[in-house]
Each structure stands twice: as C-alpha cells, then as structure tokens.
C-alpha cells in the first residue's frame, strides 16, 4: 500500500492551525498512525486507529478519515510542534509510510 | 519507562556483516513484537521485518529476506538485527520499534543507529 502525504513542507507561525494529508493507494479502513520526528529523539507516536490519540498526546492535535484519506490536523501551533509527520498504514503487511511533512517556524 | 537504547553507530566495509542491538527496559519484553525499519537519507521509512518476544517467532518484507536476520535475547531483553552482505545501499539509519500487534502501530522508537558502509 503506497501512502501519499502532503504537503512535504509547511511554514506556520505559532498559533495558527494546519492540516497534513495522506492518502493511501487502496482502502486501509482506519489503520492509520501518525508520527513526530525531531532531531535527536525518538519517533513519537501521535495518532493510532486513524483518529486515537495516544496516551500523552496534547489534545491540539487530531486526526480524521478512514478508507483512502486522512488527515493530521494541529490546532494552535505551539513551538514544540516543529518538526516531521510521518503517517503509516497497518492494515496489509508490510506496514508502509508516507515521505514526511516537514513543518517549519514561518 | 519504556526504553529501546540501540547500539552505537557503525562504518563497516562492504561484503561485511553488522549486528545491531536494540536493548529494552521498563515493560514485559515477551508480550511485545519489535520491528526493524530502516530509513536512508531522503527516502520513506521502510519496515525490515518483526520478531515476537515471546517466542522469537519472524516476519519479514520480502525485499529484506536474505538480508536481514532477526534475534532476541530474552535473557536480556534484547533485540538483535543481523545485516550481511553489505553494499552502499544499506548505509542508512535503522531503527528498533515496538507493538503490542505482529501488525500495529508502533508506540516505542529506539533512536537509531546509523550504518555506513565504505571501503
């Protein structure tokens, strides 16, 4: 299962609310998580069955859809929240992910 | 805590082999599958395979079959990811990951081991 994510980039200033799309090759119902990476941590998981947010998880952050499209959306950026999104389908093996968003301090 | 510490990094020469460990604390390691990933500069993350903590049972990506091996050490609650045959196109970064599910989600990261492999 391919998964598209867009944009690659972002630019937003704190406080402002964005929204990151991926969409997968074939349906995957809601078997989709989603991920923080930033420089010299461990990947964090954000988002599991496509909208749950895992335990720690400011409530800012949200996700949405199911079947093919999907969307991480983050409500008042806050500083912390610069970094890359990675979303990953579970639903066939192997488990795949899309390319990153990149959101960067405008 | 959950922790995964992954070894340190590595330059290795080509045609060698690596074996790369994902050491774990703070949780039951025999309930619990670990992944392998592995990510090159500027490519997607790509899944290398699992094994099961409790009985050391595998699965992997087709793509890697041949090339990467996995181990634990229940003793140690440890995970190992043997890579042989080296060529530049696995210096990459790889990382240890943990799930409840053989196919899940991933809520535990190690932190990455880079490989780099030159002559």
């Known amino acids: 299962v391919q998964m598209t994510q867009s944009p690659s980039y972002l630019a937003a200033s704190p406080g402002e609310s964005v929204s990151i799309s991926c969409k997968a090759s074939k349906s995957i119902s809601n078997n989709l998580a989603w991920y923080q990476e930033k420089p010299g941590k461990a990947n964090k998981l954000l988002i599991h069955s496509g909208s749950t947010l895992q335990s720690g998880t400011p409530s800012r952050f949200s996700g949405s859809g199911s079947g093919t499209d999907f969307t991480l959306t983050i409500r008042s950026l806050e500083s912390e929240d610069f970094a890359v999104y990675y979303c990953?389908?579970?639903?066939?093996?192997?488990?795949?992910f899309g390319a990153g968003t990149k959101l960067e301090l405008k | 805590e959950v922790q995964l510490q992954q070894s340190g990094a590595e330059l290795v020469k080509p045609g060698a082999s690596v074996k790369l460990s994902c050491k774990t604390s703070g949780y039951t390691f025999s309930n619990y599958y670990m992944s392998w990933l592995k990510q090159m500069p500027g490519q997607n993350i790509e899944w290398i395979g699992n094994?099961?903590?409790?009985?050391?049972?595998?699965g992997y990506n087709q793509k890697f079959k041949g090339k990467a091996t996995l181990t634990v050490d229940k003793s140690s609650s440890t995970a190992y990811m043997d890579l042989s045959s080296l060529t530049s196109e696995d210096s990459a970064v790889y990382f240890c990951?943990?799930?409840?599910?053989?196919?899940?989600?991933?809520?535990?990261w190690g932190q990455g081991t880079l490989v780099t492999v030159s002559s």
């Open positions: 990953q389908q579970y639903n066939e093996y192997p488990p795949t």
């Open positions: 990951a943990r799930s409840t599910r053989g196919r899940g989600w991933f809520a535990y």
């Open positions: 094994i099961y903590g409790g009985n050391g049972g595998t």
